[in-house]
């Protein structure tokens, strides 16, 4: 005796059941993982702040003054590392433009601003992701840090036969510094006296021969 077993498929009912299981599986899982995707663009928001916060403070300490834009030659690549495909000032809540940059010179300021989850610029109001950087005068207190590494180099320079002949940009060349050191603390080329060995910063009112000049 032969016995045939029917193949057995599935039926429309079960293929519905199983298309509505799946839908609320998908329909749970999306909330979910746009949770996750926003949590991580408030994380790299916030990293990218304290970044550009740096950034804006130091070169302000350089220049004693904010830059015009976040995208200004002389900050991005110099004071904040571009980061991957240049991204590093792009929002990443912006839809591909790039954080709300504005300087307040009376307030002494810097404002650096996210539209957040939204999207929607809200003037540092609502979800808005903002960091404000205060303008600082550490003139002095980065003109001594300098002169403390120039003693250093310039007594090793000296020590091993260097010359010292020339305007400062020249010997600071000589010595290895970057171009930055061709300045003080406050903004100002220094002078540098071969004969004897003088290096001096125009001091605060950024004007040599004057009762506040410092001399190495």
Known sequence: MTTCERERGFTLLEVIIVLGILGLLLGAAVPLVSGVVQA????????????????????????????ATLTAVDF???????????????????????????????????????????????????????????ASVPGLAKTWQRFRLIVELLANH???????AGPWPSLRASLG???????????????????????????????FGTADDITM
Request: hydrophobic content about 35%.
């Open 177 to 207: 510094l970057p171009a930055a050191y061709d300045r003080d603390g406050f903004g100002t080329t220094m002078q540098w006296d071969a004969p004897t060995h003088a290096l001096t910063s125009a001091g605060p009112d950024r004007s």
């Open 158 to 164: 000296i020590e091993a036969g260097g010359s010292v």
């Open 40 to 67: 991580d663009r408030r994380q790299e928001v916030r990293r990218e702040l304290a970044d550009l916060a740096a950034a804006l403070d130091s070169y302000w300490t350089e220049h004693q003054a904010f830059p």
């Open 76 to 134: 991005v690549g110099v004071h904040l590392q571009p980061g991957v495909d240049g991204t590093a000032t792009v929002d990443p809540f912006g839809a591909g433009a790039s954080y709300r940059y504005r300087v307040n010179a009376a307030a002494g300021t810097a404002t650096v601003t996210s539209v957040g989850e939204n999207g929607r610029n809200n003037n540092g109001n609502g979800d808005d992701i903002v960091v404000v950087v205060y």
